[in-house]
């Protein structure tokens, strides 16, 4: 079984005139050079004795095929090694033999393997085999079974094997019984079954390979077109949202796989090998490889799988029998089954078919052609595992909490509703069951658009006060409604909320004439949808996140089988993307998807494949209408400081910034007095209104074009309210609407720049201010509010975070790559873990809260803590796409039961860079957490962290104490960005060796002129120019420490609300933490050389093995970091 026998003319023409081996037929093959209408193979181990006289009689094998099938690399290389057993002999059929002759006059065979593709008599075949009765190696009856998806369906079905929930649709004029389809929006009842988007239709027919995948409207609707691969292409999409009405089709549930499809080929009922393609319906793009081929992976099929392959390969009667499953939700279904197919380019496949097909034969027909023969015992494979070396440390599990992208401003409207149709609407959908009610979906926002019209047209004949809902706002509820002249649902919503006596306190905008009785208040949600540019951003993001996991450094854009595509395909990255049900995150989380594997296309396909919807137990939605006791006292207490009409007091500081936080105590310096501040805002409020009337009454701007296909008239309609809203009736200012203005502003300056409107920038920067003191502090003022609020939002996340971590060493069976093909890559049979969680700025902020008010570790004694600390009270404001990420790594060096074998690592960053000030570029942000180093030595000169900082940072004494109000004289020519505060750190502390590592490695390959401005620096900040990079918090935490302090804060939580607060308070300051967070590393006796010197060991220049990780330890971080540092130019 050495050398396949290569049956080439030159080498049999010697051997020739014995034994008849692998007669080809008469097709014209190129090795006809003879022009001989056969050529006689013979196996090269009988070369020696071929003047012998021939052995016992021969077994002939007869291929009866397309020529096409007959002649393919795949049988080819499989009939050549089948020829290297003794006894056996092939003969071709030709195809013209096939088509044209009958089959009396057919060649001889013993054992027939003989299968139908495109053309093939199946009949003639049928005919032969009843006429010779061969040995069939693939039933031939059965075949006709195979070409109908119904028959197929009913046999899986018969024979227990799971399969999606189906229906079929007969248009047959003969039985108009089977035919009841009734289509709606988002579902089809067919004959009394309902299957809701997304479901998939495929035709009966199994030679039509049309198979079509509808999508629910809250994904974007429109469908994926999937064919028989063309090119590089295997489906498409298309916005066509009704099913075909011409064809039978068979109806089933579509099974979400996270993207790829396993194809499974036995050769008998023992043996299935399988691999792994990327589902044609995520975006239609074939991956190719150098050769053009598809890329394929190999994978392991469960004990469960295996029975399945089973009970196919009998219940078919295919001893070669391809079908592929769909793994989904823990469980494999049988979507399809193709009858007769090899595997491509393999050649282990290829050994093991031609082997087990040849025993077979061997086996039945040994015994009657009296040929001695035994089954040979095979040595089993020894699996290859490599082991693990010195203190590299394997990356297991990945939790990344995002914020969704750039979105344009949200917006809502209230009003108190009191008609009769309103009522109506609210019972027929369930609104008395919880006294609440949300729609969303477009048939349902149609009904209060005909509500509001309706009314309107009566308001317009005749003005009856029966009407009360004001008429202003019906319009602008009929306005918003008609907004995109169709529905799609996920950019609008309309709430409602039972009142039992009616809506309580007059808000600014109602008259005083309230009557008594029930009403319902609407509130009507629009806006906030993902820009393209938060599109961008997510992509962008996802691309950059490759990054983290083994052999996915180097270039950043990736190619197919680096690093995590690689992990992905095969089985072993165990991957799955929450998001909550807004639009906004779903598709962030989609886009993320995209860029982080590599897709193409359109991003419905990839939502609903992909993103698991996790609005369940309140996992990432907060609903934001019911704030706790706690958030509505904190509120009040905000609003109660920001009305003083003068300027902060000592005592105003100690009320609303007890934490000292930096970047608070900042804004209320630029704001001094609250009221004054807030006059300013409106004034400028005011100016940009009339400066975009005036564009509207000039017929040169007026149908001007914004950003995102927004008006002129739109863009009033947002800033006039805002006018209106945020000054009362009673002079005073509505606090609540300053992240609002601060939205619509920072929109504004970012993406609608062109309209060239005054003043905006001071908007920006007062409402900034403002906004910086209002949005965290509603998350709670002290720090005992900041962790109860922050506990009522996210410990169903904590929860789920904490079962990650510890599921992650309980390694489930999880789907496992076959030992022989992961060579180069550490204990293969492992998985990586990662879930990536998208959700809004109230979990973000809430998550980090609990991070850094819990108590997780003691800033007074864990200095990479404190720096970690006081970076994030520097921060103000967790942007667009902050990410909170813990990455678990493995040390299998260290005990299986010890604490240090688990390690873990925690990295933020702030998200988007902030909108520029006319004359500052935002900084490449040099400060950065980590080791800080004795202070007598030099600053560390190969750190990554100076990316954009001038050179004179670095010849400032040390020894200056640190004083966070001072602006330091390196950064006075220029005042940074979003970033504001940390500009203003004196440079000490970021000159102090504050050595850490970026977990991704600056790419080399940016645009020119994303380059730091000032300065030295690398070359580029950070893999996506526009979003900051990661910052390490903590390098070093055991995973047992993580997981004691998730199950604290979580029970915590639940006492919590029994306890006072006041109680809760006393307990925290007797903590004694002090302000935020940061890193620290007392532990490495070299700490304080690193700086200096170039580090002693190479940094592992890309070379090693691919799954390189961690270091271990809590060493410096700069020499023996998270081993993610890779590229390091000294």
Known sequence: MSEPCGGSAERDKEGRGDVLRFLVGSGDDERDAAGMKSEMFREEDLEECYDESPPERQIVVGICAMMKKSKSKPMTEILERLCKFDYIDMVIFPEEVILEEPVEKWPLCDCLISFHSKGFPLDKAVEYAKLRNPLLINDLNMQYFIQDRREVYRILQEEGIDLPRYAVLNRDPDKPEECNLVEAEDHVEVNGEVFPKPFVEKPVCAEDHNVYIYYPTS??????????????????????????????????????????????????????????????????????????????????????????????????????????????????????????????????????????????????????????????????????????????????????????????????????????????????????????????????????????????????????????????????????????????????KVQLTYLRNGQPKASSEEEDCKKDGPSLLLVLKWGGELTPAGRVQAEELGRAFRCMYPGGQGDYAGFPGCG??????????????????????????????????????????????????????????????????????????????????QEFTEEDYRKLAPTDSPSLVNSMKVIQDPVKTCDKVYALIQSLNSQIRKRLENPKSADLQLYHSETLELMLQRWS?????????????????????????????????????????????????????????????????????????????????????????????????????????????????????????????????????????????????????????????????????????????????????????????????????????????????????????????????????????????LSEPMNIQRRSPMIRNRKTGSMEVLSETSPTQSSKGSTSHRLFPSSSRQSPEIKPTSGLGFEGCSMVPSIYPLETLHN??????????????????????????????????????????SPQQPLSSSGSETSLRPPSRPLWHGSVPSSAVSSAGPSSPITESSGLNLSFSE
């Open 219 to 492: 994904a974007g609707g429109g469908s994926q077109r999937l064919f028989r691969k063309i090119g590089s292409r295997s489906s498409v999409y298309s916005p066509e949202t009704n099913v075909r009405k011409t064809g039978s089709y068979i109806y089933e549930e579509f099974m979400p796989t996270d993207g790829t499809d396993v194809k499974v080929y036995t050769v008998g009922p023992d043996y299935a090998h399988a691999e792994a393609r990327k589902s044609p319906a995520l975006d239609g793009k074939v991956e190719r490889d150098s050769e053009g081929k598809e890329i394929r992976y190999p994978v392991m099929l469960t004990a469960m799988e295996k029975l399945v392959a089973r009970k196919v390969c009998l219940a078919f009667k295919q001893t070669v029998c391809g079908f592929d499953l769909l793994r989904a939700n823990g469980h494999s279904y049988v979507c399809d089954v193709n009858g007769f197919s090899f595997v491509k380019n393999s050649m282990k496949y290829y050994d093991d078919c031609a082997k087990v097909l040849g025993n077979m034969v061997m086996r039945e027909l040994a015994p009657q052609f009296h040929i001695p023969w035994s089954i040979p015992l095979e040595a089993e494979d020894i699996p290859i595992v490599p082991t693990t070396s010195g203190t590299m440390m394997e990356l297991r599990c990945v939790i990344a909490i995002i914020r969704h992208g750039d979105r344009t401003p949200k917006q809502k409207m209230k009003m108190e509703v009191r008609h009769p149709l309103f009522f109506e609407l609210f019972e027929k959908h369930g609104g008395y069951k919880s006294g609440k009610l949300k729609l969303k979906k477009p048939k349902q926002l149609q009904e209060v658009l005909d509500i509001a019209r309706l009314l309107l047209a009566e308001l317009g004949q005749h003005n009856d006060c029966e009407i009360e809902e004001k008429k202003s706002k019906l319009e602008q509820l009929k306005t918003v409604l008609e907004m995109y002249g169709h529905f799609s649902g996920i950019n609008r």
């Open 564 to 645: 995590l595509l690689r992990l992905h395909s095969t089985y072993r990255h165990d991957l799955k993307i929450y998001a909550s049900d807004e639009g906004r995150v779903q598709m962030t989380a989609a886009a993320f998807a995209k860029g982080l594997l590599a897709l193409e296309g359109e991003l419905t396909p990839i939502l609903v494949q992909m993103v698991k919807s996790a609005n369940m137990n309140g996992l990432l939605d907060s609903d934001s209408d019911s704030l706790t006791d706690c958030q509505q006292k904190v509120k009040a207490r905000l609003h109660e400081i920001m009305q003083k009409g």
């Open 721 to 957: 309210k805002l006018e209106r809203d945020f000054r009362m009736k009673n002079g005073r200012y509505d606090i609540s609407k300053i992240p609002d203005i601060y939205d619509c502003v920072k929109y504004d300056s970012q993406h609608n720049a062109s309209v060239a409107l005054e003043d905006t920038l001071e908007l920006f920067r007062l409402s900034r201010a403002l906004a910086d003191i209002v949005i965290p502090q509603e998350y709670g003022i002290s720090k005992a509010e900041k962790l109860d609020i922050a506990q009522a939002y996210c410990v169903p996340l904590m929860k789920k975070i904490q079962l990650d971590l510890q599921r992650t060493h309980e390694d489930e069976a999880v789907n496992k790559l076959h030992p022989l093909y992961s060579r180069g890559v550490m204990s293969p049979g492992r998985h990586v873990r990662t879930r990536l969680y998208f959700t809004s700025e109230s979990h973000v902020h809430s998550l980090l809260s609990v991070f850094r008010y819990g108590g997780l570790l003691d800033d007074e004694k864990d200095q990479q803590w404190k720096q970690a600390m006081d970076y994030l009270s520097a921060v103000t404001e967790l942007n667009y796409m902050t990410q909170i990420v813990i990455m678990l790594y493995e040390d299998n060096d260290k005990d299986p039961s010890s604490e240090e074998r688990f390690h873990v690592e925690l990295h933020f960053s702030p998200g988007v860079k902030g909108c520029d000030d006319e004359e500052n570029v935002p900084l490449g942000f040099g400060f950065r957490p980590a080791s800080s180093e004795n202070q007598d030595k030099k600053p560390n000169q190969g750190s990554l962290e100076d990316l954009s900082q001038d050179q004179l940072d670095e010849a400032l004494p």
């Open 1036 to 1077: 070093s935490l055991s995973l047992k420490q993580v997981d004691e302090f998730l199950s604290k804060v979580c029970e915590s939580s639940s006492e919590a609300h029994a306890k006072t607060m006041k109680a809760l308070s006393g307990l925290f300051d007797s903590q004694s933490q002090t302000s935020l967070y």
